[in-house]
């Protein structure tokens, strides 16, 4: 197994570990929502940029029809970096609410990289694995 193969699977797996715990839709509280996980394949595009289309790892509509709520990038220790910023941030950012989720400890430099490319997320989130515990989400 290559370093790549397990970055991707360890990536895979905290953006299906964040849908099913940040985004748990449709719910009780909400029968109209519904979240679509893009990662690892592609399925729902939240608009184009530069005759790209764009697939954030999360989206959460608004069912009939498919109104964008919200969507969520999630990144890891070596997508954190100013090309992340600018073909995914930023035309996600222009799209709709933008959450920007992040390894514990990278929320400085998330920050400090979208000042610099003027990318304005709803929010950014922290996240890691705890061997007991599970996923741990933290505001940033």
């Given at each position: 197994?290559?370093?790549?193969?397990?970055?991707?699977?360890?990536?895979?797996?905290?953006?299906?570990?964040?849908?099913?715990?940040?985004f748990?839709f449709?719910?009780?509280?909400?029968p109209?929502?519904?979240?679509?996980?893009?990662?690892?394949?592609?399925?729902?595009?939240?608009?184009?940029d530069?005759g790209?289309?764009?697939?954030?790892?999360?989206?959460?509509?608004?069912?009939?029809?498919?109104?964008?709520l919200?969507?969520?990038?999630?990144e890891?220790?070596?997508?954190?970096?100013?090309?992340?910023?600018?073909?995914?941030?930023?035309?996600?950012?222009?799209?709709g609410?933008?959450?920007?989720?992040?390894?514990?400890?990278?929320?400085?430099?998330?920050?400090?990289?979208?000042?610099?490319?003027?990318?304005?997320?709803?929010?950014?989130?922290t996240?890691?694995?705890?061997?007991?515990w599970g996923?741990?989400?933290?505001?940033?």
């Amino acid at each position: 197994m290559t370093l790549k193969y397990l970055r991707d699977l360890r990536h895979t797996g905290a953006v299906a570990e964040i849908a099913r715990v940040k985004f748990p839709f449709p719910s009780p509280e909400h029968p109209d929502y519904e979240t679509v996980v893009n990662e690892p394949n592609p399925k729902l595009s939240v608009g184009n940029d530069r005759g790209k289309d764009l697939f954030p790892d999360i989206v959460v509509v608004r069912r009939p029809g498919q109104w964008l709520l919200m969507m969520a990038e999630v990144e890891t220790a070596e997508t954190v970096n100013d090309e992340s910023a600018e073909n995914e941030w930023l035309p996600y950012s222009k799209c709709g609410d933008l959450l920007i989720y992040v390894p514990a400890g990278f929320a400085p430099e998330a920050k400090r990289i979208c000042k610099k490319h003027g990318v304005t997320p709803k929010g950014i989130r922290t996240w890691r694995f705890r061997p007991v515990w599970g996923l741990d989400v933290s505001e940033a």
